[in-house]
């Protein structure tokens, strides 16, 4: 047989001696199992004042560096999986230091778990420090044997997939908490939130455009490189965005330069530009900003690109509300968030929605009674002719109702004209359907002039600083390949951004206070 296939023999050949020699190099006794000290205590308790370190900790600034920024969370009481499970055991090795490696991963811009593992090796301290079941080994002058304590790059990546992203979350409620202690008790913490989204591109060859990728777009074809990505538009415009006019705008007569619109030698629509497709995801943000202290970061959340930016304001409210126990009053969104839901969701809290106003449905505008009915063009009120349940026009159930003309109904006067000649008199009138909540009305009504309303929408900066932050530090290309996996990672970037800027604020408190000890040499 191996005449006939002379490579198969030589393959087998190959195989034999390496087998033969894995098994010299096998130990002849029983690895030691993995063991983590009874007296080495959690990473929280290292991180309180009157904690014991060893020397080898004392002596290693890279390990004191994290212990600063990962100390202050409770990982006393980080959400394990549950020991009861028939496998991988009574005793599941805990997933803490796994996460706790990933931060470490990302604050030190490593691109890979192979990164990763290398730099944790380089730093017995740390290992140490992050809580990996240690392996005994009394020649280390560490006491245990690094190289076995890790694990290898392929479970941290596994782990970072397979983890419950309500463990990752439960890290972010922690920061908000922190934050929200550490300021001072008289700034108004979260009382404006401001939200948007960040577009996510997945590792595969159809986001690559210097290769050749047949039906590139087509949405049907699901890239081999992550079966979970969508295909989504980073950025779509209309038409008459796309000529000069406002958004939302209808089209002018003129483009931007005032020239007339060429009625000859239109462009192919197969040519026509209207956004930037990409296969990925997206991770949508509410943070908030407190002057003179940061911008921080509430609640967040990754979904496939496929999905609108709306479909993101009702989970990531939740968690703002269940992080800060109460709504916040105000909220600064782009035009993409202009629904009667938002609306309705910030008057309910007592304050508004700061949110460029859309065209929709035709409609630049509306005026309205002061008993909250729609102006006709005439300018007299519509009366509701009947109100229905509708679960299908926006993502959420709502009222609609609709509005009819008032010199139709409830009955036609005899002799009634309408006094503007509208198109539809002949027809029974002009009609109106929208949401019957104030949420509808506040959405024309809205002064968008008002200093009130330029100053909450200026807190959008706090998601365009939040959204650099996390640029920075490779959110928006992941060389990871499930939905799961992006998603723990993205939430621990927000970790991480609310931990560095929970720092910062006690950085300056410390500053404040030495002000304050110092004597007045001005006045002295």
């Known amino acids: 047989g191996s005449s006939m296939f002379p490579s198969l023999g ?14 010299r190099r096998r130990p002849t006794g029983s690895m030691p199992p993995p063991v983590r000290p009874s007296r080495q205590p959690s990473l929280s308790q290292l991180g309180r004042p009157n904690a ?22 409770d990982w006393d009481h980080f959400p394990e999986r549950p020991g009861n499970r028939p496998w991988p055991g009574p005793q599941p090795v805990p997933r803490a230091p796994y996460v706790a490696a990933e931060l470490v991963k990302l604050h030190e811009g490593l691109r890979s778990m192979g990164h990763l593992r290398r730099y944790l090796a380089e730093h017995p301290a740390l290992v140490w420090l992050l809580g990996f079941p240690l392996v005994a080994d009394p020649t280390s002058p560490h006491g245990f044997d ?27 409620t922690a920061t908000v908490q922190l934050i929200q202690a550490e300021l001072p008790p008289e700034l108004s913490f979260g009382e404006v939130v401001a939200g948007d989204t960040k577009h996510i591109l997945a590792w595969v060859k159809e986001n690559n455009p210097k290769q050749y990728v047949a039906d590139r777009y087509n949405k049907a074809r699901q890239p081999q490189g992550d079966p979970d990505c969508k295909l989504g538009c980073k950025k779509r415009r209309n038409q008459g ?5 406002a958004p939302g705008a209808p089209p002018d007569a003129a483009g931007p330069s005032g020239a007339p619109t060429p009625t000859t030698e239109p462009t192919p629509a197969s040519h026509a530009t209207v956004g930037e497709f990409h296969w990925g995801y997206a991770s949508g943000v509410i943070a908030t900003k407190v002057p003179d202290w940061g911008e921080f970061v509430l609640a967040e959340l990754t979904q496939t690109f496929d999905k609108s930016d709306p479909s993101y304001f009702f989970p990531l409210m939740q968690q703002v509300e269940q992080r800060l126990g109460r709504r916040p009053r105000y909220g600064a969104f782009d035009a993409a968030y202009d629904a009667f839901y938002v609306h309705q969701y910030f008057h309910e809290a007592g304050g508004f929605a ?17 008993d909250g009915l729609p102006l006709c ?26 509005y009819v003309c008032p010199l139709r109904h409830p009955e036609t006067a005899s002799g ?109």
């Open 241 to 245: 965005e796309a000529d000069g006019n």
């Open 10 to 23: 030589r393959a087998g050949t190959r195989l034999a001696t390496v087998s033969a020699w894995l098994r």
């Open 377 to 402: 063009a005439a300018g007299l009120p519509m009366p509701l002719k009947f109100a229905f349940t509708d679960r299908t026009t926006t993502l959420i159930t709502h009222e609609r109702g609709k």
């Open 52 to 73: 014991v370190w060893p020397q080898f900790m004392v002596v290693d600034p890279v390990a004191r560096r994290y212990l600063d920024l990962l100390g202050a969370l």
């Open 354 to 370: 700061a949110v460029p106003r859309v065209a929709k449905g035709g409609y630049q505008g509306r005026t309205f009674s002061p």
């Open 146 to 172: 690094v190289e076995r304590s890790l694990p290898s790059r392929r479970q941290l990546g596994r782990v970072l997939r397979e983890l419950d992203p309500a463990a990752a979350q439960f890290l972010l």
């Open 416 to 524: 009634a004209v309408c006094p503007v000649n509208h198109a539809r008199w002949e027809e029974g009138g002009c009609t109106a359907m929208m949401p019957t909540c104030a949420g509808a009305r506040l959405r024309y009504t809205l002064d968008r002039d008002s200093a009130d309303y330029e100053a909450v929408y200026k807190q959008r900066t706090a998601d365009e600083r939040i959204n650099s932050q996390a640029l920075a530090l490779g959110i928006e290309r992941p060389h990871l390949r499930r939905q799961s996996a992006i998603a723990n990672q993205n939430t621990l970037i927000y970790v991480l951004i609310n931990l560095r800027a929970l720092q910062r604020i006690r950085q300056r408190k410390e500053v404040l206070a030495r002000q304050r000890r110092q004597p007045d040499h001005a006045t002295a």
